[in-house]
């Protein structure tokens, strides 16, 4: 569904960013199209909450990594069974209302020992089964070393109101060597194939965070066929025989998303060309891109002829050096007012920036759904609501 963005463009003055949910769908089935028949997806919602209502039957689970992804994630009716509750810090008062609540039939990974034992505890006081993943550490702050899940899983009968699923784990993102993939596929195999030999333990599932890569940057390129294809093989030779739950954000998301910010200002300083916008750095943050290191994939609404000759540094509306959306870029010949669209926004661009500084407005969210129509999801949020003072005398 071709979006009217000319439509778009005269009910917004500011900038905004557009999620297309077409474009989402079919990458969802590209995914599916491209992995073993019988791999289950498991979005994380960190990428991307703006699409959580739109997602929901095209993926097995949802990963929600806080309170308020899970206040998210209820309010759009997503189902219990389909939760993976997540994140290396989970609030006693979730873990609390989880437990309390009947109906609740999600999982929960297990991050530590302590959290382990608050779910010992809270299970027994609600006489509530609960579904447990435990995840396995890569040797950084997140998940349990080794020698702890394995005491979990060799002492699971004594909490027979804990039933442990499988294992997750998750390395990092934008992997792009296949001999990585095949080294923690391996290890992960071997161990799952352990904990059956030493504990008799047989782990239903493996939930990998892949952590697939997504080309952001002009010059970037990776074959992604020929890397799924070659991910496929190693997930087709698993022994261990555990059904296999794919953990993935930017892969799913990254695509679906435009940022658009209109040229405000134009200037020429000391021989340099700069656009100034009305976005920066508070509305958009791509992985990888530091001190616009790197060029995104970017475009001029209406104009595709280059100026030749000519380089522009694009610059934000905050009141630091370091609002640089791209240094030193071709553009065609371009004015004050127009709208400047970058691609590949879909996935964590909105959440990662640095949102507060300047109590500048966040930029409005669209939909746009299969059937061509847009919905704003979130109009411009005005920041000076969260950084204003609220004098509230405590004593
Ligand atoms: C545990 C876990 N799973 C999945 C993801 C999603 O990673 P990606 O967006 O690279 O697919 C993350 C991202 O931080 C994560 O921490």
Known sequence: MATDINELLRINSGAFYLFDI????????FLRKSLPEGTALCYAV????????????????????????????RSLGVENQKMVIS???KAPA??????????????????????????????EKHQKTLRLLLRLTNGSQFGLD?????????????????????????????????KKYARELSYLDSYLLSLRERFDFTAEELEYGTGFPVS????EHFDEQELLKEFSALLSGLQCGAAIVLE???????SCGKYYTHIVDIKENKGQHYALTDGGLHHIAYYGQYMAMKQPCLSVVGKTEIEPDKSWTVCGALCTMNDILVKQVQLPAVAVG??????KAGAYCMTEGISLLLSRDLPAVYILKEDGALYCVRPPFETSTINQPNYERMY
């Open 94 to 123: 979730l873990l609390e209302q989880l437990t309390a609540d009947e109906s609740f039939d999600g999982i929960i990974t297990i991050e530590s020992e302590r959290q382990y034992k608050e779910l010992c505890r809270l299970s």
């Open 46 to 73: 960190k990428a991307n909450p703006w699409i959580i209502g739109e997602i929901g039957e095209t993926v097995e689970r949802l990963e929600i990594c806080s309170s308020g992804e899970e206040v998210i994630c």
């Open 87 to 89: 994140g290396v810090y």
């Open 338 to 343: 127009d709208v400047l669209c970058f691609e």
């Open 22 to 29: 077409q474009v989402l769908k079919e990458r969802i089935a």
């Open 248 to 254: 993935i954000g930017r892969s799913i998301a990254a």
């Open 146 to 178: 080794e020698s702890v899940l394995d005491g979990i899983v060799k002492n699971r009968h004594q909490h027979p109101l804990l039933q442990i699923v499988g294992v997750q784990y998750f390395s990092g993102t934008q992997k792009t060597s296949i």
């Open 216 to 219: 952001y940057f002009a010059g």
